[in-house]
């Protein structure tokens, strides 16, 4: 009985908090809503991080057709924005405008867009984020210099891209905490030559060479035959 009282209890209480904390999240607007409303019938996605968090998770990755500037605007309405992927999407450096005043954006996928250094610029209002990534993109070491207002950045993906050791390093003398990934940093395992063969795969006509021959005598070599001295009677 006791037991059941208990259970009954959290259950109760577990409710109630989530009462209050769906209370307590601030409702939509009306062009809030629409926005969400907009990228949803495109097939993106619009996520609360948590049930307890009403940050927003965007994505536009996994969206039916085509998806440029004009299909990402709406999310300029949805501040509370904090997760946005744009990874693989036909995004501009025009559409990263549509984004200059998330201030709370914390994660940003732009990996294989067709955004370049300009397209950065847009980048240096966003004081929270913390992860950027620019895997496969045009950026360039005067891109880089577009993201040393980003004072939290944390890390950022730069494999496949036109940034040199130089520019990393000027980054990082903007931005000391930051850590920075780049394919070239991976150090591939030597691959064995094409003309090399483990020695298992020898062919059998190779082994039996490489075996030692015991010595063959020679066609010609007979041995002397020892003359007989004629007897006493022969003459």
């Keep these: 009985?006791?037991?059941?009282?208990?259970?009954?209890?959290?259950?109760?209480?577990?409710?109630?908090?989530?009462?209050?904390?769906a209370e307590d999240a601030p409702a939509m607007t009306p062009q809030e809503q629409a926005?969400?409303?907009?990228?949803?019938?495109?097939?993106?996605?619009?996520?609360?991080?948590?049930?307890?968090?009403?940050?927003?998770d965007v994505a536009f990755h996994l969206a039916d057709g085509t998806v440029g500037d004009e299909q990402i605007a709406p999310v300029k309405?949805?501040?509370?924005?904090?997760?946005?992927?744009?990874r693989g999407t036909d995004v501009t450096d025009a559409g990263l405008a549509s984004i200059a005043d998330l201030k709370g954006l914390t994660k940003l996928h732009l990996e294989k867009t067709k955004i370049t250094d300009?397209?950065?610029v847009h980048l240096g209002k966003l004081e929270n984020l913390e992860y950027l990534n620019l895997y496969n993109t045009a950026v360039t070491n005067a891109g880089l210099k577009s993201l040393a207002p980003l004072k939290k950045l944390k890390k950022v993906y730069l494999w496949e891209t036109k940034v040199?050791?130089?520019?990393?390093?000027?980054l990082k003398q903007e931005l000391p905490q930051l850590e920075v990934?780049?394919?070239?940093?991976?150090?591939?395992?030597?691959?064995?030559k094409a003309d090399e063969k483990p020695a298992a795969e020898k062919p059998a006509e190779e082994k039996k060479a490489d075996e030692k021959k015991p010595e063959e005598k020679k066609a010609d070599d007979k041995p002397e035959e020892k003359k007989e001295e004629p007897k006493a009677g022969d003459k």
């Design 1 to 21: 009985m006791f037991g059941r009282i208990c259970l009954s209890s959290l259950v109760c209480g577990m409710l109630l908090t989530s009462l209050v904390q």
């Design 35 to 56: 926005a969400v409303a907009a990228i949803k019938k495109i097939g993106g996605l619009v996520l609360q991080i948590a049930q307890n968090d009403a940050r927003l």
């Design 77 to 86: 309405n949805l501040p509370q924005t904090a997760i946005l992927n744009l």
């Design 118 to 120: 300009a397209g950065l």
């Design 164 to 170: 040199t050791d130089d520019g990393v390093a000027a």
């Design 181 to 192: 990934i780049r394919g070239g940093d991976l150090v591939k395992p030597a691959e064995p």
